[in-house]
């Protein structure tokens, strides 16, 4: 029987509190839920609150059958209120929560020398605890494995330093348009093209991929030596909340199991597209 591959996200564990309601979320948590239902062994590394949401949460997680190392610590579980115009999330990100408190164990250690795939941000790297948890565990992961920096920029929760640092130490770059927009500025490269700055990532980071999302228009991967470009499927958007998460779970899932660049690329589009569809992220699919 063929090995299932191994996928960590680390990072946030949250409440997206939306007008509907609260959804479970939080983006490296997103990523591993959607690999997981495309076969991977994937495990979620976030810390929550001793209190009722932290509680509810770890329910919700258990609901989703997917692996886990979350730390319970005494800060309030994460919170993000989201506010939807046109199904488009603006974010107000609650500040000192349980997943700026991300400790650092043995298990986590032992798991990232396992790893095929990890996924992390600039978002939980705010705290000097967590930012710590994050780079340390990622030199545990082996040079051969895929090292994913989804920047995921939210208000002013980064640093030149961090991106920097970030994308050191990973080999795959995935970004949408309005956040390569700010890091061209960030990295004085304004004069490029969207295509002539993802090839300078790619060869200035030594990437193995550079994944630049561009919302209802189209999507982008940079190699060293070939693109994949696809437009993006027209769908009727209930939110786009957790879309490039399960983008990129789908894509680096697909790239795991064998798949071409282009058909991973595919099977990543689809996914993303019909997540739109649905409210919150953790979503229900059958393909």
């Not at 609901?63 to 603006?90: A, C, E, H, S």
């Not at 995935?174 to 061209?184: A, G, M, P, S, Y």
């Amino acid at each position: 029987m063929k090995k299932k591959p191994i996928i960590i996200g680390i990072g946030e564990l949250l409440w997206d509190v939306l007008p509907t309601g609260k959804k479970a979320g939080g983006a490296p948590i997103n990523f591993v839920y959607h690999a997981s239902r495309l076969g991977a062994e994937s495990y979620a590394i976030s810390a929550v609150g001793n209190d009722p949401l932290g509680d509810e949460i770890m329910h919700e997680i258990l609901k989703i059958d997917i692996g886990y190392l979350i730390q319970r610590v005494n800060y309030p579980t994460g919170t993000v209120l989201v506010k939807l115009k046109g199904g488009i999330p603006n974010y107000t990100i609650i500040e000192n929560v349980a997943w700026d408190h991300i400790p650092l164990t043995e298990d986590m250690k032992q798991l990232a020398k396992r790893a095929d795939a990890i996924c992390f941000g600039t978002l939980a790297q705010r705290s000097k605890t967590s930012r710590k948890t994050i780079q340390t565990l990622l030199s545990f992961v082996s040079k051969d494995a895929y090292r994913i920096f989804d920047i995921n920029i939210r208000q002013h929760y980064y640093s030149k330093e961090i991106i920097v640092s970030s994308l050191r130490n990973c080999n795959v770059f995935k970004i949408n348009d309005d956040e390569l927009l700010l890091i061209k500025k960030i990295f004085e490269i304004d004069t490029k093209t969207e295509t002539d700055a993802c090839k300078w990532f790619v060869e200035t980071f030594n990437l193995k991929y550079m994944i630049l999302t561009a919302g209802a228009d189209y999507s982008a991967i940079y190699t060293f030596n070939d693109v994949s470009y696809i437009k993006t499927p027209k769908v009727e958007v209930a939110d786009t909340v957790g879309a490039g998460d399960s983008f990129m779970g789908a894509f680096i899932s697909s790239i795991l199991d064998g798949k071409t660049l282009v058909e991973a690329h595919q099977v990543a589009v689809s996914r993303a597209a019909f997540v739109c569809t649905q409210v919150g992220a953790w979503v229900s699919i059958s393909f």
